[in-house]
């Protein structure tokens, strides 16, 4: 469990743009655009991890809970880093801890967490992450 939010207690790390469309009316990235930055950077490392083929993969991730707690805002045109580590490695499930800092920065603009089940493809069945899925992702931890 991550206590401090420090840039430094995460395992990985993505750089996002913002873009001009993701602000609001109030001049600042909108809520909804942070949990696509939490996604962007979770389903990233998976690809690059060769743990996710979102075409053929045979298991697949759903994400069952989400939490976004906002410290301070995102403005057009900041540069994301987002990043994060996994908190708890289950049977089925991840919880993924991940902070939002705008680049160059040492503290978090948003903090939050995804947890995904995994599931079978065709029957949406939940299943035990292989042992290869573990091993590739156990540096996350």
């Not at 690059?48 to 994400?63: A, P, T």
């Not at 805002?73 to 708890?88: L, V």
């Not at 299943?127 to 540096?139: A, G, M, Q, W, Y």
């Amino acid at each position: 469990m991550i206590k401090s939010h420090k840039k430094e207690d995460y395992k990985y790390f993505l750089e996002i743009p913002t873009r001009w469309m993701d602000n609001d009316v109030y001049g600042h990235i909108n809520n909804v655009i942070y949990y696509s930055f939490f996604d962007t950077a979770v389903n990233r490392a998976l690809i690059e991890l060769d743990l996710l083929d979102y075409n053929k993969s045979e298991i697949i991730g759903l994400v069952v809970e989400t939490s976004c707690t906002y410290h301070k805002p995102i403005n057009f045109p900041d540069i994301i880093e987002a990043a994060f580590i996994i908190d708890k490695l289950g049977n089925s499930s991840i919880k993924y801890n991940i902070g939002l800092f705008k680049k160059g920065e040492s503290e978090p603009c948003a903090t939050g967490y995804f947890v995904h089940v995994y599931v079978d493809r065709k029957t949406r069945k939940s299943v035990r992450l292989p042992d290869s899925f573990r091993e590739k992702i156990r540096n996350l931890t």
